[in-house]
């Protein structure tokens, strides 16, 4: 396999970039996206095997199972950096080692259906925030130390829309996949 079928599998909806212009259209857009998103990650995985959730989507890659349990624990930590940067000035965020996480034994779980009732209540909560916000909330801010750089919430919620999409892709990918890469 080449490092470009490799990239393709890693990012299969390409890698977010921010806009230069984000309307409020585009904001509308990418809140549907992360409103839609537990029910299409649903449909998608309640009626596999066990086998078929230990699928991998590319070689090296997390399984189905644990793309699941990631994004419920990517998304809670989303949720709370909103909260924080709306009621706090500029706050700096707490990393979490999404790698390590992967290996708990949550997110070893072949029963899904915790991590989805938790994006369901999560993204209902998360929806009705962002659909509360003023244009001037858009541009508050969280500092974020791993990368020491400051991420405005518009390009947040663009970025988790796209999370929802890369997420979503992978579970096709090693669904396509059927074991191949296991």
Known sequence: MTSD???QLKFPVGEFTAPAYMPTSLI???IDVIEEFPTTIKELTENLSSTQKNWKYRPNGWRLKQVVHHCAD???NSFIRFKLSLTEDTP???PYFEDKWALLT???DDHLEDSILLLTGL???WVQLLKSLQHSDY???FMHPEHGTLFRLDETIGTYAWHCQHHLAHIKLALEAEGKYN
Do not use: F, V, Y
């Open 139 to 141: 541009e508050k801010q």
């Open 28 to 30: 509308a857009t990418w």
């Open 5 to 7: 079928e490799l990239q």
């Open 106 to 108: 949550d997110s070893q």
């Open 92 to 94: 700096k965020i707490r």
């Open 123 to 125: 993204h209902n909560k």
């Open 74 to 76: 990517s998304h809670m």
